[in-house]
């Protein structure tokens, strides 16, 4: 089936530094949308881009929708302890109603203190 | 506090035991989905629900069933688990095109 290839699969920091994460397709999606997961619970939305080219910031994340529908990259600036967790991207279809997401494998981010 | 609830939290079972893994959400959003999550895999659509009494296959179905009774409820049913069905199950709803809200998930283990 549909793969999306996100990397770096994981990532040690240290806190107040920048970083950055990106998901590549062979598909093109009409949405990319990008979730962050705690330990013990669901992915929570952090993102939603639905234009090519889209360019979104909420805080102190910055997220963009390639121009070719097929690649998105996360961008975290001034790191903080609680940006610990596992992000995902997903690409989105919508087919009938129900949004079909695919998702990529997560990068998983640990940041010292 | 509007969202929603899967049950059990965790479960240990045995091969070939049936399970249903219960869902429900308080948002009225007309679709529902079941997603399983591996390790290096990501998460991985099972069976979705567009609306109230119609289902779909995802891209990871054989060995899971699921209802669509009513609006609120979207059970999963493993009916003869097998130890590859070892897994956390996040169920889902939206109010399409709206995102997609998750649950906390269920954490399957099959002996």
């Known amino acids: 089936g549909q793969q999306l290839n996100q990397s770096p699969q994981s990532m040690f920091i240290q806190e107040g530094e920048d970083v950055s994460m990106n998901c590549t397709s062979s598909?093109?999606?009409?949405?990319w949308l990008w979730y962050k997961q705690d330990p013990g619970e669901g992915p929570v939305l952090l993102i939603a881009?639905?234009?090519?080219?889209e360019l979104t910031s909420n805080g102190r994340l910055t997220a963009q929708f390639g121009i070719t529908r097929k690649d998105s990259f996360l961008n975290i600036s001034a790191s903080i302890p609680s940006d610990v967790g596992i992000y995902f991207c997903?690409?989105?279809?919508?087919?009938?109603?129900?949004?079909?997401?695919?998702f990529g494998q997560g990068t998983r981010l640990t940041i010292n203190p | 506090i509007a969202g929603i609830t899967q049950a059990p939290t965790s479960q240990i079972l045995a091969a070939g035991r049936r399970m249903t893994l219960r869902c429900t959400q308080d948002?009225?959003?007309?679709?529902m989905y079941w997603y399983r999550q591996d390790l290096g895999l990501g998460l991985r659509l099972i069976h979705y629900?567009?609306?109230?009494?119609?289902?779909g296959k995802g891209e990871v179905p054989d060995g899971y069933s699921v209802s669509r009774a009513n609006t609120d409820d979207f059970p999963l049913t493993l009916a003869s688990a097998v130890p590859s069905q070892t897994s956390v199950y996040f169920c889902?709803?939206?109010?399409?095109?709206?995102?997609?809200?998750f649950g906390n998930g269920t954490r399957l283990t099959v002996t």
């Open positions: 629900s567009n609306t109230a009494g119609t289902t």
């Open positions: 889902a709803s939206s109010d399409p095109p709206s995102p997609l809200h």
């Open positions: 948002m009225r959003h007309n679709a």
């Open positions: 997903a690409g989105q279809s919508t087919s009938g109603g129900a949004q079909k997401l695919v």
């Open positions: 881009l639905y234009k090519a080219g």
């Open positions: 598909s093109i999606f009409n949405t």
